[in-house]
């Protein structure tokens, strides 16, 4: 009897423990309730360099327009699991999206996230054009695209090879509300690119034999981010200026585990790069800021109403071509500071007639903050649009985008653009601007012709 009550009581440890340890050990399945963006099976070295991921893939052509000259949208066929997170990818100068980054598409796509590939409006547009293109087809991605209700719009990066990655890189310093940015041997003419506003998740990758964007510069680029910011950079044994426009699979083995810890949050991909790289195989040179962690994933959103017509952003591009065939140096980007708080939306609707503005705060740091005014039809269609706003001691407008700024003092106004001036009945456009002083802005008035 003694010998079976102190085998019954050993048993009844070991069953305690393992429930203990059962209790406390992470599982895929439990960080996967975790976190509502975590899809897929549990990744592995050679998972992440496949030539595909996990997920069925389709393909569909973007018309000119939208304040960007098309392209391609691709995206995961499952409609199961949520929304996905996006990326824009913009090509350099010279170039077109269809023939030098397309190959990146249905690979991405086939990871979980939706892509946008980028046609500009010229082949010489520099890399604030470019910028200003690539936020134009995010926000078509998730405001007025086919594919819309399968975006999550609260998830978006940018990225872009050559003059298309400074520009990625000068969109995230526009908007501070994405996720991460990649720029794929990022360089422009005209002096260097200032990083040191960009406080976001940033990746770049470059060429050790590229003579255009040399290992030097992106050095410089790399010195100028923050000490703060989430960064890595790999360079490319034997890569030259063009590498990247062609298929291979060891940018996607470094592309994959960063997007999917910046853009789908999931902790199981940062340790494929931190503290170094889980497969080192053809990098010549990797500094990081291990290690990297990945942002709390916010309750899943669904994607804008699809009566929103077709926003662009970013003011017009002032700046001269940016040749991704020699550039040295980049010019300094419009930016805007560095948000330290999350956003705050706040609203304040003010209906005349069948027009409503709505305010809400994107991002606010010290001195000056991002502001958003969602201009929505009621019964009747809008034919142009024009919201004043009344602004508070401090505070002044310096930059709006999707609409033309006028007036000055503590009263000013915005129009709409050329592009989104006809609002469907129901319907809503935004437009976008950078603000000195505190939010938020209290007093808004719409009126509709």
Same mark, same amino acid.
């Given at each position: 009897?003694?010998?079976?009550?102190?085998?019954?009581?050993?048993?009844?440890?070991?069953?305690?423990?393992?429930?203990?340890?059962?209790?406390?050990? @992470?599982?895929?399945?439990?960080s996967?309730?975790?976190? @509502?963006?975590?899809?897929?099976?549990?990744?592995?070295v050679?998972?992440?360099?496949a030539?595909?991921?996990?997920?069925?893939?389709?393909?569909?052509?973007?018309?000119?327009?939208?304040?960007?000259?098309?392209?391609?949208?691709?995206?995961?066929t499952?409609?199961?699991?949520?929304?996905?997170?996006?990326?824009?990818?913009?090509?350099?100068?010279?170039?077109?999206?269809?023939?030098?980054?397309?190959?990146?598409?249905?690979?991405?796509a086939?990871?979980?996230?939706?892509?946008?590939?980028?046609?500009?409006?010229?082949? *010489?547009?520099?890399?604030?054009?470019?910028?200003?293109?690539?936020l134009?087809?995010?926000?078509?991605?998730?405001? *007025?695209?086919?594919?819309?209700?399968?975006?999550?719009?609260?998830?978006?990066?940018v990225?872009?090879?050559?003059?298309?990655?400074?520009?990625?890189?000068?969109?995230?310093?526009?908007?501070?509300?994405?996720?991460t940015?990649?720029?794929?041997?990022?360089?422009a003419?005209?002096?260097?690119?200032?990083l040191?506003?960009?406080?976001?998740?940033?990746?770049?990758l470059? %060429?050790?034999?590229?003579?255009?964007?040399?290992?030097?510069?992106?050095?410089?680029?790399?010195?100028?981010?923050?000490?703060?910011?989430?960064?890595?950079?790999?360079?490319?044994?034997?890569?030259?200026?063009?590498?990247?426009?062609?298929?291979?699979?060891?940018?996607?083995?470094?592309?994959?585990?960063?997007?999917?810890?910046?853009?789908?949050?999931?902790?199981?991909?940062?340790r494929?790069?931190?503290?170094?790289?889980?497969?080192?195989?053809g990098?010549?040179?990797?500094?990081?800021?291990?290690?990297?962690?990945?942002?709390? %994933?916010?309750?899943?959103?669904?994607?804008?109403?699809?009566?929103?017509?077709?926003?662009?952003?970013?003011?017009?591009?002032?700046?001269?071509?940016?040749?991704?065939?020699?550039?040295?140096?980049?010019?300094?980007?419009?930016t805007?500071?560095? @948000?330290?708080? *999350? @956003?705050?939306?706040?609203?304040?609707?003010?209906?005349?007639?069948?027009?409503?503005?709505?305010?809400?705060?994107?991002?606010?740091w010290?001195?000056?903050?991002?502001?958003?005014?969602?201009?929505?039809? %009621?019964?009747?269609?809008?034919?142009?649009?024009?919201?004043?706003?009344?602004?508070?001691?401090?505070?002044?407008?310096?930059?709006?985008?999707?609409?033309?700024?006028?007036?000055?003092?503590?009263?000013?106004?915005?129009?709409?653009?050329?592009?989104?001036?006809?609002?469907?009945?129901?319907?809503?456009?935004?437009? %976008?601007?950078?603000?000195?002083?505190?939010?938020?802005?209290?007093?808004?008035?719409c009126?509709?012709?």
């Amino acid at each position: 009897m003694r010998r079976t009550w102190v085998k019954a009581a050993m048993a009844a440890v070991i069953v305690g423990l393992a429930l203990i340890v059962a209790a406390v050990a @992470p599982t895929g399945r439990a960080s996967a309730a975790d976190n @509502p963006y975590q899809r897929g099976p549990d990744p592995t070295v050679a998972s992440i360099a496949a030539t595909y991921g996990p997920f069925a893939t389709a393909q569909l052509t973007v018309a000119p327009g939208n304040g960007f000259n098309g392209g391609f949208i691709y995206y995961p066929t499952d409609t199961s699991l949520g929304t996905w997170g996006a990326v824009a990818i913009v090509p350099g100068y010279s170039a077109l999206f269809a023939n030098e980054e397309a190959w990146m598409g249905p690979r991405l796509a086939s990871f979980g996230f939706v892509v946008i590939g980028v046609e500009t409006l010229s082949r *010489s547009d520099g890399a604030d054009a470019r910028a200003t293109e690539a936020l134009a087809a995010l926000d078509y991605l998730t405001q *007025s695209s086919p594919v819309r209700s399968r975006v999550d719009p609260t998830r978006l990066a940018v990225m872009g090879h050559s003059a298309g990655g400074a520009g990625a890189l000068t969109a995230a310093l526009r908007r501070p509300s994405l996720k991460t940015v990649v720029g794929l041997a990022p360089g422009a003419p005209g002096g260097g690119l200032n990083l040191a506003d960009l406080h976001m998740p940033t990746l770049i990758l470059s %060429g050790q034999n590229d003579p255009t964007v040399t290992p030097s510069y992106v050095s410089g680029l790399w010195n100028s981010l923050p000490t703060t910011t989430q960064r890595a950079w790999m360079e490319i044994a034997g890569a030259d200026h063009l590498y990247f426009t062609r298929s291979n699979n060891t940018e996607i083995r470094l592309l994959v585990p960063w997007l999917k810890t910046f853009l789908d949050y999931d902790a199981r991909y940062p340790r494929f790069l931190c503290p170094t790289l889980a497969d080192s195989t053809g990098i010549s040179n990797y500094r990081n800021s291990c290690p990297l962690v990945p942002p709390v %994933g916010p309750t899943p959103t669904t994607s804008p109403s699809s009566a929103s017509p077709t926003p662009t952003t970013s003011p017009t591009p002032t700046s001269s071509p940016t040749p991704s065939t020699s550039p040295t140096t980049s010019p300094t980007p419009t930016t805007s500071p560095t @948000p330290t708080t *999350s @956003p705050t939306p706040t609203s304040s609707p003010t209906p005349v007639g069948a027009c409503q503005a709505t305010y809400r705060t994107v991002n606010p740091w010290p001195g000056g903050f991002q502001g958003e005014v969602t201009v929505a039809a %009621g019964s009747q269609p809008l034919n142009g649009w024009t919201v004043r706003l009344t602004l508070a001691t401090g505070q002044t407008v310096t930059q709006v985008w999707n609409g033309v700024l006028s007036g000055s003092g503590s009263a000013v106004s915005v129009r709409n653009a050329t592009y989104n001036g006809s609002v469907p009945a129901g319907g809503s456009t935004t437009f %976008g601007f950078l603000a000195n002083g505190t939010p938020p802005i209290t007093l808004l008035v719409c009126t509709s012709p």
